[in-house]
C-alpha cells in the first residue's frame, strides 16, 4: 500500500498550488479520502474529505471558499487545490484513506507560504 503526495512548495501569500496524492495496494474508488496538514508545533488537523464516488465533500471552516479538494478513481489519485494561501497554510500535507480499520498515511509534502 502506498499513498505518495507531491506538488508542494514554497509559494507567495496570496498564491496558489495542486498538491496530489497518487494511491496504490488498495481499491481507491471505495474509499473516502482526505487531507491532513501538519503545522509546527501544532497537532495534525483534518483539511478536508471527500466521499469514495466524488460526490460529497467537506472542508475545514479555515480553508472554505480558498481549497477544493477532488479525486480521479480512473488515476487512484486524490487533489487538493489551494488558492488564496496565506501564511497559516505553512504545514505538511498527508493524504490519508481508512482501510479495513486501518488509517493509511503518506509521507507528506511541505508546503511553505512566505514572501
Known amino acids: 500500500v502506498q499513498l505518495v503526495e507531491s506538488g508542494g512548495g514554497l509559494v507567495q501569500p496570496g498564491g496558489s498550488l495542486r498538491l496530489s496524492c497518487a494511491v496504490s495496494?488498495?481499491?481507491?474508488?471505495?474509499?473516502?479520502m482526505s487531507w491532513y496538514r501538519q503545522a509546527p508545533g501544532k497537532e495534525r488537523e483534518l483539511v478536508c474529505s471527500i466521499s469514495s464516488g466524488g460526490g460529497s465533500t467537506n472542508y475545514a471552516d479555515s480553508v472554505k471558499g480558498r481549497f477544493t479538494i477532488s479525486r480521479d478513481n480512473a488515476k487512484n489519485t486524490v487533489y487538493l487545490q489551494m488558492n488564496s494561501l496565506k501564511p497559516e497554510d505553512t504545514a505538511v500535507f498527508y493524504c490519508?484513506?481508512?482501510?479495513?480499520?486501518?488509517?493509511?498515511w503518506g509521507q507528506g509534502t511541505q508546503v511553505t507560504v512566505s514572501s
Open positions: 495496494g488498495f481499491t481507491f474508488s471505495r474509499y473516502a
Open positions: 490519508t484513506a481508512r482501510v479495513a480499520g486501518i488509517n493509511l
